[in-house]
């Protein structure tokens, strides 16, 4: 089965199927900050400024820059909304999540004002690195194939025993369930047909996801001079992610009144799992008293995945309707997320307030999938030739007027097919406020608000064609962040 797949997936490039493929190493590889409030009214362009907790996911240097003892914690409003068009059809759909992406603390110690080593910082903190949460829908008329036509291409060849053995979760349902069947020619040649028409049927598909990946950052950090700043961090990574897509066809008039087709869907349950580790290392530098400088490095993220999908194939022709419902498949598999550099640079404006900029510098492309039990080589050169090298750039300010702080921020993450493209990028803006209650108690406030478009194929018909669903999303985030100082 996993062979099947991942031939398929090479041949498809990044069209939506599950298993281990080019989408997946994409999805797993991605990295949208959501910590604390502070961050993102900043555009998470923390770089070389520190002092925040999500900052040390970014750079661990920016727990040097801490003074005092911290704890904080996040509270998030997230409303995810895909719009998708699909032969001209435009439909909606949306999925709203509360959650708290951050919990962290810190702890500073006082060294000397009279060696290089001033004062040193350890901590702990949770951060979410990105939200799977989404809820999509497409439909429209396909005027030129079915989904079944991508079956029948992939068994011309194929004996009846053959299907059970090599197709066991797509094509032999199909087959169970009447949706394939053999014919006969004008010449007593027998041959792989279908009851479901060639085109000019309805065909959508709808995806309800749940889930996230998280990082618990072990830090560490030092201050010399107050203005050199070193840390480092080792990370435990997590990912959870679970939903159901089907794929649905059906006759616009009803019943096809030659053949007796109504309507036929396939649907895939997955969860997937997985469990990595990596470490970073960073530097701030105080260069003179209006310029910062930050760099870092993170370690390639190695995950140990565990993941089952299955399978629910269901057809009605002739008013008859007939089910056929997978085994589950269970397998375990090793997943390497991609390195990656990060440059930073904050120009201080006195007491007034600051601008920052963050570079990330990231290859898609380096990701892979390995296991003991099966050779993932295809689909590791599927994954470098269809992703690529790309920059993220995140640019913040901040002002404090009058003892209250305010926040902008805008970001552009690049797209994953490499420098010089589009598809896939993501841009952001934000803003947010900070609100002291007390001298050791703040309360900040953000929103953000994400673009990104994709296209994305249901399935490949070959010389019939199809066209892509045109997807876009808008991700709308509330934070609030409560910090206490002691």
């Known amino acids: 089965m996993k062979r099947i797949l991942t031939l398929t997936l090479a041949m498809l490039c990044i069209f939506v199927m599950f298993g281990q493929g080019a989408d997946d190493a994409y999805m797993f590889s991605q990295t949208y900050y959501q910590g604390t409030a502070k961050a993102m009214g900043m555009g998470n362009a923390l770089g070389a400024v520190g002092g925040d907790m999500t900052s040390v996911c970014i750079n661990p240097a920016g727990m040097g820059i801490y003074r005092s003892n911290e704890f904080t914690t996040t509270l998030n409003l997230l409303d995810n909304y895909h719009s998708s068009t699909y032969y001209r059809t435009t439909n909606g759909a949306n999925k709203m999540r509360l959650s708290i992406p951050n919990v962290g603390y810190v702890s500073h110690k006082e060294r000397s004002n009279y060696k290089p080593l001033r004062a040193t910082q350890f901590g702990i903190g949770l951060t979410r690195t990105n939200d799977f949460n989404m809820h999509t829908y497409a439909r429209g008329i396909n005027p030129t194939s079915s989904k079944i036509d991508n079956y029948l291409s992939q068994i011309d060849g194929y004996s009846e025993d053959d299907l059970v053995d090599y197709f066991a979760y797509d094509i032999y349902p199909a087959w169970n369930t009447y949706l394939i069947d053999i014919y006969q020619d004008e010449n007593g040649e027998e041959y792989y047909g279908s009851p479901v028409p060639q085109g000019n049927i309805w065909q959508g598909q709808e995806n309800a996801f749940k889930g996230r990946s998280e990082e618990w950052s072990f830090a560490g950090s030092a201050n010399y001079y107050d203005r050199l700043f070193l ?161 993220n750039f995140r640019l913040g300010t901040e002002w404090n007027i009058r003892g209250t702080y305010f926040r902008l921020g805008t970001g552009y993450y690049g797209s994953p097919f490499g420098l010089g493209n589009t598809g896939g990028s993501v841009k952001k803006a934000s803003c947010g406020i900070s609100a002291p209650v007390s001298e050791g108690c703040i309360f900040d406030f953000a929103y953000e608000l994400s673009y990104g478009r994709n296209y994305l194929y249901l399935y490949d018909a070959g010389e019939l064609g199809i066209e892509p669903i045109n997807q876009r999303q808008f991700k709308s985030n509330l934070a609030v962040t409560l910090k206490a100082r002691f």
């Open 231 to 391: 840390g480092i961090s080792v990370n435990v990574d997590h990912i959870k992610r679970e939903g159901t897509r089907v794929f649905e066809e059906a006759h616009p008039d009803g019943a096809d009144p030659e053949t007796g087709f109504n309507e036929w869907s396939f649907s895939e349950d997955l969860s997937s799992t997985g469990w990595g580790c990596n470490a970073k290392v960073g530097f701030i530098l105080h260069a003179t008293p209006w310029l910062r400088i930050g760099g870092a490095f993170h370690t390639p993220t190695i995950y140990a995945f565990d993941e089952t999908w299955q399978t629910e194939t269901e057809s009605e022709i002739g008013y008859v309707t007939r089910k056929y419902i997978s085994q589950e498949s269970h397998y375990e598999y090793t997943f390497i997320k991609p390195l990656r550099w990060v440059g930073s640079m904050a120009f201080i404006v006195g007491r007034q307030g600051m601008i920052s900029l963050d570079a990330e510098y990231t290859n898609y492309g380096a990701a892979c999938f390995k296991a003991d039990d099966y050779d993932y080589s295809s689909t590791n050169e599927d994954i470098e030739n269809t992703y690529g090298r790309t920059f």
